[in-house]
């Protein structure tokens, strides 16, 4: 028990008092307050004991008034493992992150690791034409900036395609970035300083660990669940009883890697939460416009009225990869990130700029976008369907509504990072779960994209990598 996180070590112990009947069935449990001062740890680690138990339903939350044992006849079986978080750490991700990048320049057929959709997928053709005719036109936007008249059109091109997801941007509170990494980055380096804490979802995308990594700030990772996004209670408790916490940084539309949507009741709350609070937030939006049904899912920031969210964008994923075109709305602090971008990358590439203009004038963006989303949303049924298939009983996944990314929960004893190693001498590829927090979490857990067109050969893999995963099981 010495080598379990310190959590689940308390947990434990709580499991075993209820099993042998100490603590009756329905009966009250210690407070959190109780059961931290009982084994010397702070609050957050209690209450993750807690959680821990609750989500394999043996006790149960009562509103204001405490935990309970649970019932005979609640306790499923099965239940997967799902590790809350403890304390804010500093991030150490460099080794693991350099190994799975490291993976999309190797020779590997079957690349599932990454967040992106195959080529085929977006306009190449087109858009080198475009190009074309904008530099034919243009020449000068090799080596110049934009034009401010073009700059101008193109801020009100991204407003009025903002306004379409309920978001009030005005044009002049746009800001090009270098893809949604920099607009992050940006953020975090106004809002924090090293040494830090920033709260951040779990699972959450290694990139971002990465930039915190980076930054020397600490993660506070509060719980993100496939159904509902953020766990806001967690985070109002964090906020309460936990240490100062510098701002969030949240994916609320198809959360990477669980794909989780959060409801706009969740929204609404989030935003009235860190009011409360005084958190700024970073929404990091770049899957809003690759939603499969309907239109693009409001984001958090259609509800902010006193400018507490800066709000990051991107074209990566629906229209261009390789333009790495973001853009991010400051709200309050969007004067200060303005100049701050200035003593970095100053302005993003003119050429590049000059074709989202005539893409976006042209209307011709809503139908790339469109066929992109409809491709994915086929996609993601096919390797859900054969996921299920061809993986060991009691893997559970939950299909997105939107995004690339498929979250698969392996049954209790899978090791996914040794599976990557099997699945690699395959020539397949995907990312562990290791991979989504700082701390050793998930490991039964993988993610895999599901922008590569479906084929034959991709039914293939996945059947050989759920192969693998049942063998693993079986030759414990």
Known sequence: MEDLPRYLAIARQLESRLDSGELAPGSRLPSVRQLAAEHDVNTLTALAAYRYLEERQRVVARPRAGFFAALPGAVASGQAERPMPS?????????????????????????????????????????????QQVLTRQPELIGAHLPMARQALLHRQISQLAAGWQLD???????????????????????????DTVAVETPVYFGLLQTLQMLGLKALEVPCTPDAGLSLEALEFALRHGAPVKC??????????????????????????ARRHGLPIIEDDVFGELHFSGSHPPPLKAWDRDGDVIYCSSFTKSFAPAFRLGWLSGGRHHAELARLRESSSLVSPALLLGVLSDVLGSGDYTRISQRIRQQLARQCDQLADAVLAAFPRGTRLRRPLGGLLLWVEGPDGLDSHRLLQAALAHSISFAPGLLFSAEPRFGHCLRLNFGQPWSSTLAEDVATLGALARAQLQGQ
């Open 87 to 131: 304390v804010a750490t500093l991030v150490d991700v460099e080794s693991r992150m350099s190994n799975l990048i490291r993976l999309s320049a190797a020779p590997i057929r079957q690349q599932l690791h990454m967040a992106e959709a195959h080529d085929s997928l977006y306009p190449a053709q087109e858009l080198a034409r475009r190009m």
């Open 248 to 273: 969030l940084v949240t994916v609320t539309n198809f959360q990477n890697p669980t794909g989780a949507l959060m409801p706009e009741d969740n929204k609404k709350r989030l935003l009235q939460l």
């Open 169 to 195: 941007i005005p044009h002049d509170r746009i800001l090009f970035t270098g893809g949604i990494t920099e607009a992050i980055s940006l953020s975090l380096r106004l809002l924090t300083r090293p040494g």
